[in-house]
């Protein structure tokens, strides 16, 4: 007769908690990015025809316009000049397929909202939209 010898088998299981504490870290710090775009100090102006910007492209820039009139890109106040030229890098890094979302404070003038279009077309973009929330007063 042959000795039998009981074996433990276990599954190692470290590997998939590293795993797991890996995806955990990834989604947290690309979360913290996206709420980094969004300037809690902008209350978007209310329209009724402009559609609500709800999903955000892969491939974006977001530029805030405040209540001051100050430009934020970035979370760091910017200038025309400067917004144009940062623009125009993440136009270089993001590519051809990058939208840029200007959201404005509802209290500022439509020029400066004008102007921050005027900079991301000189930094050679073209697909703009303009973030406004949504009155539901639209016909449908």
Do not use: C, W
């Amino acid at each position: 007769m042959k000795n039998s010898k009981t074996e433990n088998i276990e599954t190692p299981i470290t590997s998939m908690i590293d795993v797991v504490f890996l995806l955990i870290i990834f989604f947290v710090v690309t979360s913290d990015i996206d709420r980094e775009s969004v300037d809690d100090k902008v209350k978007l102006a209310k329209s009724t025809y402009l559609e609500p910007v709800t999903k955000l492209p892969k491939n974006r820039a977001v530029v805030n316009v405040r209540a001051s009139g100050e430009i934020m890109y970035g979370a760091i106040p910017r200038s025309m000049a400067t917004l144009t030229g940062a623009l125009k890098q993440a136009h270089a890094i993001q590519g051809a397929g990058m939208v840029v979302i200007v959201r404005g404070h509802g209290d500022e003038r439509y020029e400066k909202i004008d102007e921050v279009v005027q900079a991301v077309t000189n930094a050679g973009l073209s697909r703009i939209k303009i973030s406004a929330q949504d009155t539901g007063l639209k016909d449908k």
